[in-house]
């Protein structure tokens, strides 16, 4: 069965420090990855995926990821993280059997960027 | 502009009563979701639809039901088999097919008075 795991749910930076949020995830095969975010009382919204291809993948508002089949990890990073980064931040995998496009999200990381 | 909408936003229900959230998107995907979400859970999966008049159970459909008779629309409802119905409740589409991207609504808060 397929799995994510979130390290850490509360994560604290300061503004312009490194961002890293951490995923793991298992899979019997290969698996479609996710980040996406969530501000306070709203949906979720895509800031990268990773199907196949380039392992080092690029999303928006300058964060990226990188698949690391060995490890199996999928970490989200940002090199200066903005006060607007505050937010709360899902790894999802994706069950694919049989054409379905279910997703297992992890637990969540919430992240507060301090002045 | 395309997207998916949620109405209402917030919505109580009483002891016993039935109530249903509503899901309408316009970008024409094939496949919609329904996700609960409680605080340090993530989301779960409560229905899924991939085509019109087809839909199947996700991990915790016990005290849900919904209908799919419009491409655009996934209505969900709570009823009063489920007993711990206060979440947040987001609705997704996507395009058919493992690995796509699937777009949220902007989601509704159930409380219960």
């Known amino acids: 069965a397929q799995s994510v795991t979130q390290l850490g749910s509360h994560v604290s930076v300061s503004e312009g420090a490194l961002v890293l949020l951490r995923c793991n995830y298992s899979s019997s095969v290969p698996p479609y990855l996710f980040w996406y975010v969530q501000y306070p009382n709203q949906g979720l919204q895509l800031l990268l995926k990773?199907?196949?291809?380039?392992?080092l993948v690029k999303g928006i508002n300058g964060f990226e990821a990188e698949f690391k089949k060995s490890e199996t990890s999928f970490h989200l990073t940002k090199p200066s993280a903005h006060m607007s980064d505050a937010a709360e931040y899902f790894c999802?995998?994706?069950?694919?059997?049989?054409?379905?496009?279910?997703?297992?999200f992890g637990a969540g990381t919430r992240l507060a960027v301090h002045p | 502009d395309g997207g998916i909408t949620q109405s209402p936003k917030y919505l109580f229900r009483k002891e016993g009563q039935n109530v249903t959230l509503s899901c309408e998107q316009n970008l024409n995907h094939d496949a919609m979701y329904w996700y609960r979400q409680d605080p340090g859970q993530g989301l779960r999966l409560i229905y899924y639809?991939?085509?019109?008049?087809?839909?199947q159970k996700g991990d915790i459909a016990e005290g849900y039901s919904v209908s799919r008779e419009k491409k655009e629309s996934f209505p969900l409802t709570v009823t009063s088999a489920q007993k711990n119905p206060t979440a947040f409740y987001l609705c997704?589409?996507?395009?058919?097919?493992?690995?796509?991207?699937?777009?949220f609504g902007p989601g509704t808060r159930l409380l219960v008075l």
């Open positions: 997704a589409s996507s395009v058919r097919g493992a690995g796509e991207t699937q777009y």
């Open positions: 639809s991939q085509i019109v008049n087809d839909f």
């Open positions: 999802a995998v994706s069950r694919g059997a049989g054409g379905y496009n279910k997703l297992i």
């Open positions: 990773y199907t196949t291809g380039a392992t």
